[in-house]
């Protein structure tokens, strides 16, 4: 049972059809690197000669490029960074929230995480991408999908300011569903 013994980093990612959890082990004295992702081995390397460097995998369904980025600091000390798509983690997850959106809702007993695709307007539901039907209303459009046997509608609605732009709410049955902060 040795596994996991050289742990060294655990990175959480929001994408649209998920939190993944990637788990990082670096054997500083065996060079070895292994890659998880939701608890999948993607990566094993053994005997690296090189302590320092990059791996790079995919995440999710869609499948998003990570990189591991392993950096010397000082003697045997070592940062480990997450890059994702090429932007650091925070810098991802910062533009992340100006290009969707997420809610969390609990049906009938059952919790789900609904995602916007501003850009494409993809909805996502508990990973996967849902069927949808959109249409013009008087003051913006919507978004209709079905969640198990709940008819879901994301309106959109334009702020009337530049600066914010377009306003999303979901809404489901006659309830509005509060946005989410990941």
Not at 26 to 40: E, I, Q, W
Not at 67 to 77: K, P, Q, R
Not at 84 to 113: A, H, P, Q, V
Request: aromatic letters at 8%; hydrophobic letters at 35%; glycine letters at 10%.
């Amino acid at each position: 049972l040795e596994k996991m013994t050289d742990l060294v980093a655990v990175w959480e990612v929001a994408l649209s059809d998920g939190v993944h959890k990637i788990e990082f082990e670096h054997g500083t004295t065996s060079g070895k690197r292994v890659v998880y992702v939701d608890g999948k081995e993607e990566i094993r390397k053994e005997w690296m000669f090189k302590l320092v460097g990059k791996e790079t995998f995919t995440v999710g369904a869609s499948k998003t490029k990570a990189t591991i980025n392993i950096d010397a600091v000082s003697g045997f000390a070592y940062e480990y960074t997450l890059d994702i798509n090429g932007k650091s983690l925070k810098k991802y997850m910062e533009n992340r929230s100006k290009t969707t959106n997420t809610w969390i809702m609990s049906l009938g007993g059952t919790d789900y995480r609904v995602v916007l695709e501003k850009d494409t307007m993809d909805v996502w539901c508990n990973g996967q991408k849902m069927e949808t039907a959109g249409e013009f209303v008087e003051d913006g459009t919507e978004t209709h999908f079905s969640v198990g046997d709940y008819s879901c509608c994301i309106k959109a609605v334009s702020s009337g300011k530049r600066k914010e732009g377009i306003i999303h709410t979901l809404i489901v049955g006659d309830r509005e569903i509060p946005e989410a902060v990941e």
